[in-house]
Structures are given as structure tokens and as C-alpha cells.
């Protein structure tokens, strides 16, 4: 049973990371990053253009890291969910038994998904 949460939580939260773009999140982040130091430092660029971008700039980092913050409290939801069903969970994902259970899953999963999308 312990093991089953972990192998149906670990797909639940494979799917969310994968539904909510939680990679390209992180890259716009430093994309966007980029483009401030960029637009910050260059002397072609005027004070009231420059005001203008990074206020468009801070707006695009903020919008990714808020879908980041949801994605990790839908996780952490779900982890106290299941913790609720079943006291060991917690202890079963946090484990390095656990831990290596999970991975070889994913790894799985994620071939598995691949081959039929």
C-alpha cells in the first residue's frame, strides 16, 4: 500500500509538472533575466523605454513564478493528503529506499509516456 501512494503520487505530480511547464518556467525566468541585465546596462536604450521593458519584464518573471509557487503547493498538498491516509508516507518518499523506488518509476513512466504521445 505504502508503496502504491508513492508510485500514484509520483504520477500525479510528474503530470502537473509536465501540465504546468514547470521547466520552461524556470527558462523564461532566465531568459527574462538576461534581458533586464541586457536592457539595464545598455547605453542605446533610454530611461523611458528602459522603465517601460522592465516593468514588462518584471510582470513575465512574476506570472512564472507564481505558476512555480502553485505547482509546488499542489505537491505539497497532495504529500499531506496522502500523509493524512497514511502516517508513513512522509517517511517512505523522504527515505533513500523510497527516493530510488520513485526514480526508477519515473524513469518508467516518463519512457513509457514518451513512446505514446
Known amino acids: 500500500m505504502h508503496y502504491f501512494l508513492a508510485i500514484v503520487f509520483s504520477s500525479i505530480s510528474y503530470e502537473l509538472v509536465i ?66 491516509i497514511n502516517n508513513d508516507f512522509l517517511s517512505l518518499i523522504t527515505n533513500i529506499k523510497g527516493l530510488i523506488i520513485i526514480s526508477v518509476y519515473l524513469y518508467i513512466y516518463h519512457k513509457i509516456r514518451n513512446l505514446l504521445l
Open 19 to 84: 501540465y504546468l511547464k514547470l521547466i520552461e518556467n524556470f527558462k523564461k525566468i532566465l531568459k527574462t533575466g538576461r534581458k533586464i541585465l541586457k536592457t539595464t546596462f545598455s547605453k542605446k536604450i533610454s530611461d523611458s523605454w528602459k522603465e517601460k521593458s522592465l516593468l514588462k519584464y518584471a510582470v513575465n518573471i512574476f506570472l512564472s513564478s507564481l505558476k512555480i509557487i502553485l505547482l509546488l503547493s499542489l505537491i505539497l498538498i497532495i504529500i499531506y493528503l496522502i500523509q493524512s
